[in-house]
């Protein structure tokens, strides 16, 4: 049995009375003293150089006091994915260009007494433009004779991964598969739409509110645009109303800091619905070649993959998440000859950039459903073939002979077959009407941190109040799921307090000590570790404390906010003892700072499982039942567990089957609302069963490991296999979309 009393218990996120009741502050809800509102001007055209600018009606509506264009404002070129200092990334973004490159560029910016007089001005800008050629596909994006959308052609990067001898193992091949499987770009869909407040004072000192994840590098970026100081920039992340990605990347902000330094008063800039799916982030769209050989059992003895992505009008996150994918291909697994190659696509759309997955459920859906057609065209269950290829605990990453920590995935494959009985159903399958079922499987995996690719490092400050509580000081963004309530309950796990002892301040750039951000699913894995180790230290320093204080030498305990001794219990002193000595004798307070780095790249994995009903006569589909079972080491918080795998089950449903960008010839997007963009509703959703399995991961904190993100990558392929066992047919793309009659 646990020793531990926290670690493994229900907690809900520690801001959920404050969210429930109201009381919680966003920024959309924040107000400043003689406050301005701006509203923006974004680009009608895909492609097109701007000529000219007429502002001089929109200057002579009341209350306007600024307009911000390409011709009054700083041309410097950045990336909105910087992660630190001297991240190398191409940069080729302004934050007005002088050549929009999709509709929904930013053109102009109005800041003005009202929201309402902003938006009246808006309208009266009028914009010349020389229209250029649109290409809105990377496969025509990527031809010789197609016009480059930035200087030196429309291929950011062209990237390989590789293993084995591929080509000599096709030669030994039984069966060789090749498919070509293409996924759209969709919206993240957080509740909260994209907000930002500025103030730049007269002191030329600006701080901002906005609810990223990335606040650290949002205080670069700013500095490098605005050309000033670092010390002379605060970012302040208030409460976040959900981001999967989509706040990761710096949109609005230098818009409302320009206005805001402008006009030396702060500017709130709130984007709506319309215009966050038109002009903010979306996930990677991509075109993926999958080539697989097998022996006739279906063991897997060489893969080639060709993938283009979709990155959109600008680079951004375009060689991280290609980066990412490349490498997650290799952790799932025993292949001995696999080969990679990925390019990054400009095209005339809206920037892709990060999103819950980071690469993993494009190439996921490609490879997990071919390996299901593998399946039916050798007559093999796909849960055998899964088994035969995947990874064993100790297994090791086949590029890189590296070990894989504790994966177990095996573990998962069997759960979940016996959870949703999956060789009852399979020999079961019915039809009845136009109905008809299927069953479906796929596996996924997704990393944990950044280790590998480039610093993963986190810094927190912890100290002990006069009362007996404590203060966590933290450059976490909690985005709605517990981060935040997790690393406080591994600090009451340590020092022997129940986690509402724990008060925390959160990512503030001139409070807080640095962290990474918040993406890559570094919650657990290392920013609990931190927190973890953070208190370790303390506890140090409380008990040698508590023994100067008790005059005693013996092995000393934390239980229940007192110091006690583990041969006499009588002999104890209270934490509030101890702080209050420190603060009248020693003249200091309890405090520690502490950096942790990440020590190792490991894999988190999943195996999900779905039941669909397919009308063959209208093609409409149901998922009806969906078992996830997750390889997480340890459980820290299991009610926020089970509230991160339903909510990627939710997203990743939607992904299969109702979302995605569509364009018009000319690069608009015509589904720009959530009355034409269909996400997956709770009234879609079908009968889900989640399941943990708790295998210690060594170098996890209490031996866990992290889930945000593995929770969505499976869930398509899942579903693409269903469909494709209900109709016997092949599914190559998303949203899977069935022909009337078929």
Wanted: with cysteine; net charge negative.
């Amino acid at each position: 049995m646990s020793k531990e009393k926290i670690i493994g218990n229900s907690y809900p996120v520690k801001d959920a009375n404050l969210k429930v009741t109201g009381q919680l502050k966003y920024v959309g809800d924040m107000k400043l003293p003689n406050m301005l509102y701006a509203k923006m001007l974004f680009s009608s055209v895909a492609h097109a150089n701007i000529k000219n600018i007429d502002i001089s009606e929109a200057l002579k509506v009341p209350g306007v006091r600024a307009i911000a264009t390409c011709f009054n404002t700083p041309q410097t070129k950045y990336n909105s994915a910087l992660r630190f200092f001297e991240h190398d990334i191409p940069k080729t973004e302004a934050v007005f260009p002088r050549t929009v490159r999709y509709v929904g560029d930013r053109v102009a910016a109005v800041a003005a007494e009202t929201e309402k007089a902003a938006k009246e001005a808006i309208k009266l800008i009028k914009v010349e433009y020389e229209e250029l050629p649109v290409i809105l596909d990377v496969e025509e994006a990527i031809k010789e004779e197609a016009i480059h959308i930035h200087p030196g052609g429309n291929k950011v990067i062209e990237m390989t991964a590789n293993a084995g001898d591929v080509d000599k193992a096709f030669e030994e091949c039984y069966r060789i598969f090749e498919d070509k499987y293409e996924v759209p770009p969709i919206h993240h869909g957080a509740i909260e739409t994209h907000v930002a407040i500025a103030q730049y004072d007269y002191t030329d000192k600006l701080t901002l509110w906005t609810p990223t994840q990335n606040t650290f590098a949002f205080r670069i970026l700013l500095s490098q645009i605005m050309d000033m100081p670092l010390h002379k920039i605060r970012v302040i992340r208030p409460t976040i109303g959900g981001a999967f990605g989509g706040k990761l990347e710096m949109t609005i902000e230098p818009v409302a800091a320009i206005l805001s330094r402008m006009t030396k008063r702060p500017v709130k800039l709130v984007l709506d619905r319309t215009e966050t799916i038109l002009t903010t982030r979306v996930r990677h769209g991509a075109v993926v070649y999958m080539k697989t050989g097998v022996k006739d059992d279906g063991t897997i003895l060489a893969q080639d993959i060709k993938m283009y992505t979709n990155t959109g009008a600008y680079a951004s996150s375009a060689l991280n998440v290609m980066g990412a994918l490349s490498h997650k291909i290799y952790k799932v697994y025993k292949i001995p000859n696999m080969r990679f190659s990925g390019i990054p696509v400009y095209t005339n759309t809206i920037t892709a950039g990060a999103m819950r997955g980071y690469g993993s459920p494009q190439v996921f859906m490609a490879q997990q459903t071919q390996l299901g057609k593998i399946a039916r065209e050798l007559n093999l269950d796909l849960i055998e073939i899964q088994k035969k290829n995947s990874v064993e605990p100790n297994g090791v990453d086949q590029r890189f002979n590296s070990p894989l920590g504790n994966p177990r995935l095996l573990d998962c494959i069997e759960k979940g077959r016996e959870l949703f009985k999956w060789d009852e159903k399979k020999n079961s399958k019915t039809e009845e009407g136009s109905w008809v079922k299927g069953i479906g499987m796929a596996i996924g995996a997704h990393g944990n941190g950044v280790f590998g690719a480039h610093r993963d490092v986190i810094t927190l400050i912890l100290k002990l109040n006069e009362d007996g509580t404590l203060t966590l000081i933290t450059g976490t963004h909690d985005m709605g799921n517990g981060t935040v309530t997790m690393q406080t309950q591994m600090i009451a796990e340590v020092l022997g307090v129940t986690p509402d002892k724990v008060e925390t301040f959160e990512t503030d750039t001139d409070a807080c000590a640095w962290n990474l951000g918040d993406y890559a699913s570094r919650g657990v894995f290392v920013e609990g570790a931190a927190a973890k180790k953070t208190a370790e230290k303390l506890k140090e320093l409380i008990i040698s404390d508590a023994k100067e204080l008790l005059e005693v030498e013996d092995e000393l305990e934390l239980v229940e906010g007192f110091v006690v001794s583990k041969s006499n219990s009588e002999k104890r002193v209270s934490l509030s003892d101890i702080a209050v000595n420190s603060q009248k004798v020693k003249n200091r307070e309890l405090t520690v700072i502490e950096d942790y780095a990440s020590p190792a790249g490991l894999t988190s994995y999943g195996a999900h499982f779905a039941e669909v009903l397919v009308n063959k006569e209208t093609g409409e589909i149901k998922v009806i039942d969906f078992v996830a079972v997750h390889d997480v080491g340890r459980m820290i918080n299991p009610i926020s567990l089970e509230g991160q795998l339903e909510g990627g089950i939710q997203m990743g449903l939607g992904y299969a089957l109702s979302e995605g960008y569509v364009f018009d010839e000319k690069g608009k997007p015509i589904n720009n609302s959530f009355t034409t963009y269909k996400m997956f509703r709770t009234v879609d959703m079908p009968k889900i069963t989640t399941f943990f399995i708790e295998e210690l991961e060594e170098k996890g904190p209490y031996g866990a490991k992290s889930i945000g993100e593995c929770a969505v990558v499976p869930v398509a392929p899942a579903v693409c296999n269903a469909v494709a066992d209900a109709l016997n047919i092949d599914v190559n793309e998303l949203p899977i979309k069935i022909k009337r009659g078929v």
